[in-house]
Protein backbone atom coordinates (compact mmCIF):
# COMPACT_ATOMS: atom_id res chain seq x y z
CA UNK A 1 0.00 0.00 0.00
CA UNK A 2 1.15 3.46 -0.76
CA UNK A 3 2.10 5.73 1.76
CA UNK A 4 -0.80 9.22 1.80
CA UNK A 5 2.08 11.54 0.75
CA UNK A 6 3.42 9.34 -2.52
CA UNK A 7 -0.60 8.69 -3.46
CA UNK A 8 -0.96 12.62 -3.99
CA UNK A 9 0.29 14.20 -7.50
CA UNK A 10 0.00 18.12 -7.77
CA UNK A 11 -0.01 19.88 -11.63
CA UNK A 12 0.73 22.95 -11.92
CA UNK A 13 -1.70 24.90 -14.44
CA UNK A 14 0.01 26.44 -16.99
CA UNK A 15 -2.65 29.20 -17.67
CA UNK A 16 -3.36 30.98 -15.39
CA UNK A 17 -7.07 31.26 -15.71
CA UNK A 18 -8.08 33.80 -13.52
CA UNK A 19 -6.16 36.34 -16.43
CA UNK A 20 -8.71 34.73 -18.98
CA UNK A 21 -12.13 35.62 -16.75
CA UNK A 22 -13.40 38.88 -16.77
CA UNK A 23 -14.16 40.19 -12.93
CA UNK A 24 -17.83 41.28 -12.77
CA UNK A 25 -18.28 43.82 -10.41
CA UNK A 26 -20.93 43.97 -7.71
CA UNK A 27 -23.98 44.97 -8.98
CA UNK A 28 -26.43 47.87 -7.24
CA UNK A 29 -29.63 46.25 -6.45
CA UNK A 30 -31.35 48.67 -9.30
CA UNK A 31 -28.88 46.95 -11.90
CA UNK A 32 -31.36 43.64 -12.19
CA UNK A 33 -30.97 41.83 -15.60
CA UNK A 34 -34.53 40.67 -15.31
CA UNK A 35 -35.69 44.37 -14.72
CA UNK A 36 -33.28 45.40 -17.70
CA UNK A 37 -35.08 42.58 -19.84
CA UNK A 38 -38.25 43.53 -19.24
CA UNK A 39 -37.64 46.98 -19.72
CA UNK A 40 -36.12 45.72 -23.34
CA UNK A 41 -39.24 43.79 -23.90
CA UNK A 42 -41.86 46.92 -22.78
CA UNK A 43 -39.99 49.17 -25.72
CA UNK A 44 -40.21 45.99 -28.52
CA UNK A 45 -43.87 45.37 -27.51
CA UNK A 46 -44.85 48.82 -29.46
CA UNK A 47 -43.94 46.54 -32.65
CA UNK A 48 -45.97 43.90 -31.26
CA UNK A 49 -49.07 44.81 -33.47
CA UNK A 50 -47.22 45.60 -37.36
CA UNK A 51 -45.21 42.27 -36.68
CA UNK A 52 -48.35 40.26 -36.28
CA UNK A 53 -50.00 42.71 -39.33
CA UNK A 54 -46.86 41.36 -41.35
CA UNK A 55 -47.01 37.90 -40.17
CA UNK A 56 -50.98 38.01 -41.33
CA UNK A 57 -49.73 39.79 -45.21
CA UNK A 58 -47.34 36.90 -45.77
CA UNK A 59 -50.33 34.26 -44.69
CA UNK A 60 -52.33 35.95 -47.10
CA UNK A 61 -49.66 36.10 -49.83
CA UNK A 62 -48.83 32.52 -49.77
CA UNK A 63 -52.15 31.09 -49.50
CA UNK A 64 -53.15 32.76 -52.55
CA UNK A 65 -49.81 31.25 -54.36
CA UNK A 66 -51.42 27.99 -53.49
CA UNK A 67 -54.75 29.31 -54.67
CA UNK A 68 -52.86 29.77 -58.09
CA UNK A 69 -51.70 26.53 -57.94
CA UNK A 70 -54.65 24.82 -57.48
CA UNK A 71 -54.45 23.75 -54.20
CA UNK A 72 -52.02 21.31 -54.91
CA UNK A 73 -49.23 19.84 -52.85
CA UNK A 74 -46.06 21.35 -53.33
CA UNK A 75 -44.14 24.22 -52.62
CA UNK A 76 -46.78 26.69 -52.62
CA UNK A 77 -48.57 24.27 -49.85
CA UNK A 78 -45.68 23.91 -47.97
CA UNK A 79 -45.04 27.96 -48.07
CA UNK A 80 -48.73 28.56 -46.55
CA UNK A 81 -48.39 26.07 -44.15
CA UNK A 82 -44.94 27.70 -42.61
CA UNK A 83 -46.89 31.05 -42.60
CA UNK A 84 -49.60 29.60 -40.71
CA UNK A 85 -47.02 27.65 -38.58
CA UNK A 86 -45.26 30.95 -37.92
CA UNK A 87 -48.41 32.86 -36.77
CA UNK A 88 -48.90 29.66 -34.58
CA UNK A 89 -46.00 29.80 -32.74
CA UNK A 90 -45.22 33.66 -32.73
CA UNK A 91 -48.68 34.71 -32.21
CA UNK A 92 -49.01 34.41 -28.02
CA UNK A 93 -45.89 35.99 -27.94
CA UNK A 94 -47.01 39.20 -29.92
CA UNK A 95 -50.10 38.95 -27.59
CA UNK A 96 -52.34 37.42 -29.97
CA UNK A 97 -53.26 34.14 -27.95
CA UNK A 98 -57.19 33.73 -29.89
CA UNK A 99 -54.96 34.12 -33.46
CA UNK A 100 -52.78 31.00 -32.21
CA UNK A 101 -55.76 29.05 -32.05
CA UNK A 102 -56.85 29.69 -34.84
CA UNK A 103 -53.79 29.19 -36.97
CA UNK A 104 -53.42 26.03 -34.91
CA UNK A 105 -56.65 24.55 -35.95
CA UNK A 106 -55.44 25.26 -39.83
CA UNK A 107 -52.27 24.02 -38.94
CA UNK A 108 -54.45 20.58 -38.13
CA UNK A 109 -56.74 20.56 -41.09
CA UNK A 110 -53.66 21.24 -43.36
CA UNK A 111 -51.67 18.53 -41.89
CA UNK A 112 -53.93 15.87 -41.66
CA UNK A 113 -55.97 16.00 -44.46
CA UNK A 114 -53.83 14.44 -47.28
CA UNK A 115 -56.59 14.42 -49.77
CA UNK A 116 -56.19 17.45 -52.20
CA UNK A 117 -60.10 16.55 -53.39
CA UNK A 118 -60.92 16.60 -49.62
CA UNK A 119 -59.56 20.18 -48.89
CA UNK A 120 -62.03 22.16 -47.44
CA UNK A 121 -61.26 25.46 -49.29
CA UNK A 122 -63.89 27.27 -47.72
CA UNK A 123 -63.28 26.27 -44.18
CA UNK A 124 -59.37 27.20 -44.81
CA UNK A 125 -60.30 30.73 -46.15
CA UNK A 126 -62.26 31.08 -42.78
CA UNK A 127 -59.61 30.74 -41.14
CA UNK A 128 -57.15 32.92 -43.02
CA UNK A 129 -60.32 35.50 -42.75
CA UNK A 130 -60.31 34.72 -38.94
CA UNK A 131 -57.04 35.59 -38.32
CA UNK A 132 -56.80 38.44 -39.97
CA UNK A 133 -60.11 39.98 -38.61
CA UNK A 134 -58.74 39.04 -35.11
CA UNK A 135 -55.37 41.18 -35.77
CA UNK A 136 -57.41 44.19 -37.40
CA UNK A 137 -59.66 43.99 -34.37
CA UNK A 138 -57.69 43.62 -32.04
CA UNK A 139 -59.17 40.84 -30.86
CA UNK A 140 -56.67 39.73 -28.48
CA UNK A 141 -57.63 37.23 -26.22
CA UNK A 142 -60.54 35.21 -24.34
CA UNK A 143 -62.04 38.83 -23.04
CA UNK A 144 -63.22 39.15 -26.89
CA UNK A 145 -66.79 37.80 -26.79
CA UNK A 146 -66.93 38.07 -30.70
CA UNK A 147 -62.78 36.16 -31.20
CA UNK A 148 -63.70 33.98 -28.76
CA UNK A 149 -67.13 32.54 -30.19
CA UNK A 150 -65.39 32.76 -33.52
CA UNK A 151 -62.64 31.07 -32.57
CA UNK A 152 -64.53 28.37 -30.55
CA UNK A 153 -66.61 27.66 -33.72
CA UNK A 154 -63.91 27.43 -36.28
CA UNK A 155 -62.10 24.96 -33.74
CA UNK A 156 -65.37 23.02 -33.25
CA UNK A 157 -66.25 22.44 -37.30
CA UNK A 158 -62.36 21.85 -38.05
CA UNK A 159 -61.97 18.77 -35.59
CA UNK A 160 -65.23 17.44 -36.50
CA UNK A 161 -64.42 17.75 -40.76
CA UNK A 162 -60.62 16.22 -39.36
CA UNK A 163 -62.70 13.09 -37.34
CA UNK A 164 -65.05 12.57 -40.62
CA UNK A 165 -62.24 13.49 -43.33
CA UNK A 166 -58.77 13.21 -41.78
CA UNK A 167 -56.20 10.96 -39.91
CA UNK A 168 -55.59 11.49 -36.25
CA UNK A 169 -52.08 10.22 -35.40
CA UNK A 170 -52.33 7.92 -32.46
CA UNK A 171 -50.04 9.78 -30.16
CA UNK A 172 -51.80 12.81 -30.42
CA UNK A 173 -53.54 13.95 -27.30
CA UNK A 174 -56.23 16.10 -29.42
CA UNK A 175 -56.63 17.34 -32.10
CA UNK A 176 -56.67 21.21 -31.67
CA UNK A 177 -55.35 23.36 -29.30
CA UNK A 178 -58.22 24.05 -26.83
CA UNK A 179 -56.46 25.56 -23.75
CA UNK A 180 -53.48 28.13 -24.28
Request: with cysteine; hydrophobic share 40%; glycine share 4%.
Amino acid sequence: MTKPSEATEYIEAKNDLRKKVREIRRRSPADDPVKRAEAALQILSTHFDDWMLDEVRTMFATRDAWVAADYREGEEKRAFHRAVHDIKGQSTTLGFPLATRVAGSLCALLERIADRTLTPVDLVNQHVDSIRAIVRERAKDEQNRVGSALTQTLLDVTEAYIARHGHVDEDDDGVIIRDL
